[in-house]
């Protein structure tokens, strides 16, 4: 789904306290109505908005009374800062990703993990592991515990590197000491950096127009910033 | 800032257009009202609320125009599942955060990690590295690169761990067996299983009213599934 259609969404106090609601438990308009002080009317239009966007679905019971129960799991991140405006969301991961892939982060001590870490030779242990735990209550307390406080790292983790990017973004700025454009080139000198080697690519990177990357590699390239790397492509000059 | 007022504000998509356009560069309000193709008048109301809300400054240059800013780093994460909704905002972490304390956690081959990660011993050869890095475009574009890498990663395990957050909560609320509170009720075990020994802290912990969490407490107890832990609190039945 959209981040801005996701965030249209979630732009709405009592969108969010629908979804609070319907995150405990499944619910009807009424108990919705009453709950909220909001009348059915304008529930069934917040519903609908959250069914059309597939946050949020319904079942009829045996007494054909409709509930109303969240659709699936979404993730949503957004980043504000003097270097950039980034929304993104997305599903849940499946448990199958391949986190070994990951060249800077490792994850440890949490239960399962080796299912989405071990290259497959343990998965009959995994599996073993995990029949052992769906039927204990304690166990499974246990790993929801573990789980909790690995997002909870994880969070922190990503406000220490939002925030080391900022200042690594802004001493680059500083460096290239380019006025008005300085977010900008910074974002396309660390793209060529990470290996742009296109006009098109550093413009999807930086999420500029072609021209506006076109001028601003002319004038890196002219002020000896980056250089010509082979046929096409360049390379950030190693000292200026 | 609160999470719900930061969601209101980016809830609007020309609000979000102006965010992305000053995150590139200072603009004023005509330039603004141009590139979005919307009144001034409506510029000046969106301007005001951020402005409102910290997220943008202006300052006047000599011709006395008002340039508008991003005025800081915001960060803001929303969860929605069966299990619950979430949002927080936070503001990016200092470098000087403490990331040994995670336990499941670490973090590798980031220039400057070590900074954080450290015990001080290291401090002065840290430093070296930074001065030698902040006049230094190829570095600071290597560091760029490489922060904006474990960014991506840290995504990627933060949708990992939603993922198995879902499967486990789905696990413990169907080894629950508890009709429409299987929710709540699984987030009250785990939160016990993680030390929360009172009313209170549960209450605080899973977002719920104490008597519906003394309710919960109770129907747990009677069934079994956790048990008194000591004068006051609980922990969860080792084995059903």
């Keep these: 789904m959209d981040s801005g259609a996701l965030l249209d969404l979630l732009g709405n106090e009592n ?40 946050v949020v679905e319904s079942r009829t019971d ?12 979404l993730r949503l991140e957004v980043t504000v800062s003097r270097h950039g405006f980034g929304a993104k969301s997305a599903y849940p991961a499946s448990r199958d990703l391949d986190l070994t892939r990951c060249h800077h982060l490792s994850i440890d001590g949490v239960a399962d ?10 998965e009959d242990a995994d599996d073993e592991t995990d029949d052992d735990a769906s039927g204990d209550v304690a166990s499974l307390a246990a790993d929801l515990a573990e789980l909790e406080s690995l997002e909870r ?28 454009h300085e977010g900008l080139y910074a ?45 096409d492509g360049w390379r950030v000059t190693d000292s200026e």
């Design 153 to 180: 790292e994880l969070s922190l983790a990503q406000r220490w590197v939002q925030g080391r990017l900022a200042d690594v973004r802004d001493d680059l700025a500083g460096a290239l000491d380019a006025d008005d």
């Design 62 to 73: 045996e007494k054909r009374r409709k509930y109303f129960h969240i659709a699936r799991n």
């Design 15 to 54: 969108r969010r306290r629908i979804l609070r609601l319907l995150a405990r438990k499944p619910c009807y308009v009424t108990e919705i109505s009453e709950y909220l002080g909001v009348s059915p009317k304008a529930v069934i239009d917040h519903l609908r908005r959250l069914e059309e966007a597939g």
């Design 187 to 231: 974002e396309v000198v660390a793209a060529v950096a990470d290996g742009a080697g296109t006009v098109e690519a550093l413009s999807r990177r930086v999420d500029a127009p072609a021209e506006v990357v076109e001028h601003a590699i002319g004038d890196l390239l002219e002020r000896g910033v980056i250089e010509p790397d082979g046929d």
């Design 113 to 122: 993990v080796a299912a989405g870490v071990d290259d497959g030779a343990d």
